[in-house]
């Protein structure tokens, strides 16, 4: 069983950094693929970033690309949401996942979810 715990979401304004961690125990951390999702109040679930096992490839969404940075710490079992430049159109849920295996953009192919972490981003 894989527990996931996401923290550092609050109340920031445009243009400023944010940075998400997302804590895992339970089974080898290495083993599972990572990513994060988010979902704004009438919105569907987005995909933000993902990151390989190793950490070695890194994915973007089309409208993060170039602001959040995802990374990964193995020996910690800290996944990490490193965002910058932050946009009112960011405010959203933030859902840490993983999926045990090669990495997937699928929300339905992850194991575990995290309970998420508000962000909130003012004009």
């Known amino acids: 069983h894989v527990q996931l715990q996401a923290c550092g979401g609050g109340l920031v304004q445009a243009g400023d950094p944010l940075r998400l961690s997302c804590a895992a125990s339970g089974h080898t951390f290495s083993d599972y693929s990572m990513s994060w999702f988010r979902q704004a109040p009438g919105k569907e679930r987005e995909f933000v970033v993902g990151?390989?096992?190793?950490?070695?490839?890194?994915y973007y969404g089309d409208s993060v690309e170039g602001r959040f940075t995802a990374s990964r710490d193995n020996t910690k079992n800290t996944l990490y949401l490193q965002m910058n430049s932050l946009k009112p159109e960011d405010t959203a849920a933030y859902f840490c996942?993983?999926?045990?295996?090669?990495?997937?953009?699928?929300?339905?192919?992850?194991?575990?979810w995290g309970q998420g972490t508000l962000v909130t981003v003012s004009s």
């Open positions: 996942a993983a999926r045990y295996g090669v990495f997937t953009f699928r929300p339905v192919q992850y194991d575990y």
């Open positions: 990151i390989t096992r190793s950490g070695g490839r890194t």
